[in-house]
């Protein structure tokens, strides 16, 4: 086993993670990299271009991990989906990559006081973040064709030869969009696979990778971290620490390790979601046209538009569809998600009693009013007119519940039924947000010079979701790895 000294410590190995390991290591520092999941090859059903195969993958979660979707209710609150990887998330998520839009960082610069993380200042980090992963694009399958097709009121034109439309790595995109998959010839590629073990051998510097390992606090002496303790009980050292074991492990972390851990978890964020179950045709084996795939399962296009509110904005609802996730029932979702949330959750963490993350999902009148308007109207367009061979049956629950029984619920009665069956989405953020002051709620600083270091701890920095001011409109990967890239920019120059 390496040595116990190291020049910085980094706990977890997702996209924070491994781009903070890379960089450090990059220009010459010995870096452990630090992570609770196994030291293993992904299982086959995670190799491919499936979005769902991380779902049924409990090896590479957190077993126990459960988080209420709206506040806490008396009832026991549903699992939740995190990454347990070396590569952590990206070892099971969707793979679709997206920088959001331009109105998520003017939110973060202007209502957040992140006043050097607004659009123009973060385009260069969103292009450095989407430049260091390959990208491959998904053919789209019958019932993504005909899903595309009604939602978008019968604009969609199929072309199968070249794909001209925007892609999801598109800042702004909205209307139809292509998917742009971190994948190559077919094949998942994570984080780690990407950053870590891709490295050139003239790097100058080191990356010890410790998987398998849980650490269970962050040394500090006084108000300086000095490495970190793991629940085997080795000490590893080091002058710099940086957390980014996830949107719920480093808010837990942090919690256990200082005693006065201010404004932890007092305000996490999340996307709502809904997803409809579509029976359509048989499942089709992969093939490959152009250098494209079209694996089952694959997520190979989005179609976002604007909700009806107050505060609408383009694109703010989205919708996809993961093909055959059932095959023998010729089962697909159509996923719908709200995009630019306002709502707010929170994340109990105190000490000596069970965590309790409530994710605050719907909880915002506008946010229902624009989440409802979304959902019907996919609904309405989904179970419009004759269905089709690739459209025979469009169910709202497990029950069998038929799509057009949206239509006669009243607002209140779509509302209670929204919350009581949330989609599979996975976006939690915020729980460490970023800001100028400690006293304004923040946990890190968002000065470009110091970017990520925890108020009042010298040398612990975080790197993951859990530092984002707001959601963006999409995946949190790319969004991450360039906050991320920005942070560690910031150690290097210190």
């Not at 979005?51 to 409990?58: D, E, K, L, N, R």
């Not at 940086?242 to 972390?253: D, E, H, M, Q, R």
Request: with cysteine; glycine share 10%.
């Amino acid at each position: 086993m390496a040595g116990t000294s190291y020049d910085t410590i980094v706990v977890g190995s997702g996209p924070g993670g491994c781009v903070v390991a890379r960089r450090l290591a990059d220009a010459g520092q010995n870096v452990a990299l630090v992570e609770a999941g196994p030291r293993s090859d992904l299982p086959q059903n995670l190799r491919g271009l499936s979005a769902v195969g991380g779902h049924a993958s409990g090896a590479l979660t957190w077993p126990d991990l459960v988080a209420y979707y709206g506040r806490a209710l008396p009832i026991a609150a549903p699992r939740y989906q995190q990454g347990r990887a070396l590569g952590g998330s990206s070892a099971i998520n969707s793979m679709v990559l997206s920088p959001g839009d331009i109105d998520d960082y003017v939110e973060w610069q202007d209502r957040a006081g992140c006043v050097d993380w607004g659009p123009d200042a973060m385009r260069p980090w969103l292009d450095q973040a989407a430049s260091v992963l390959p990208i491959q694009r998904a053919i789209p399958g019958p019932v993504t064709e005909a899903v595309m097709s009604r939602v978008s009121e019968n604009q969609y034109q199929p072309d199968r030869d070249s794909l001209r439309r925007s892609s999801s790595l598109d800042l702004d995109a909205v209307g139809l969009v292509d998917a742009s998959l971190a994948a190559s010839d077919g094949t998942r590629c994570t984080v780690f696979e990407g950053l870590v073990i891709n490295r050139p051998d003239t790097a100058k510097g080191s990356i010890s990778v410790y998987a398998d390992t849980v650490v269970s606090r962050v040394k500090v002496r006084g108000t300086i971290a000095t490495g970190v303790e793991t629940n085997q009980g080795l000490v590893l050292r080091a002058k710099t620490v940086v957390l980014a074991a996830g949107a719920i492990g480093t808010p837990k972390l942090l919690a256990r390790s200082v005693p006065e851990p201010h404004h932890v978890g007092k305000t996490i964020f999340d996307h709502p979601s809904f997803a409809f179950s579509v029976c359509g045709p048989d499942a089709t084996a992969s093939t490959s046209v152009g250098g494209l795939d079209s694996s089952p399962s694959a997520i190979s296009q989005i179609y976002r538009f604007a909700s009806d509110g107050d505060d609408s904005r383009p694109g703010d609802i989205q919708v996809l569809v993961i093909e055959d996730v059932v095959p023998v029932e010729a089962l697909s979702v159509v996923l719908v998600t709200l995009l630019s949330p306002n709502s707010k959750g929170r994340m109990d963490l105190s000490l000596g009693s069970d965590l309790k993350i409530e994710r605050g999902c719907l909880t915002s009148a506008s946010d229902r009013t624009r989440f409802r308007s979304g959902v019907r109207r996919v609904a309405a367009a989904l179970v419009a007119g004759d269905q089709s061979d690739s459209i025979r049956r469009v169910m709202i629950d497990d029950k069998g519940t038929s799509a057009t029984s949206i239509d006669g619920m009243s607002d209140d009665e779509l509302d209670r039924w929204l919350l009581a069956h949330p989609g599979p989405v996975a976006h939690l953020a915020g729980a460490c947000r970023m800001g100028p002051s400690l006293d304004g709620g923040a946990v890190v600083s968002s000065e470009p010079e110091v970017a990520g270091q925890v108020f009042g701890l010298s040398g612990l920095y975080i790197a993951d979701s859990s530092v984002l001011p707001g959601l963006t409109s999409g995946g949190l990967q790319i969004p991450v790895m360039a906050v991320s890239e920005r942070i560690v920019a910031g150690i290097l120059m210190s």
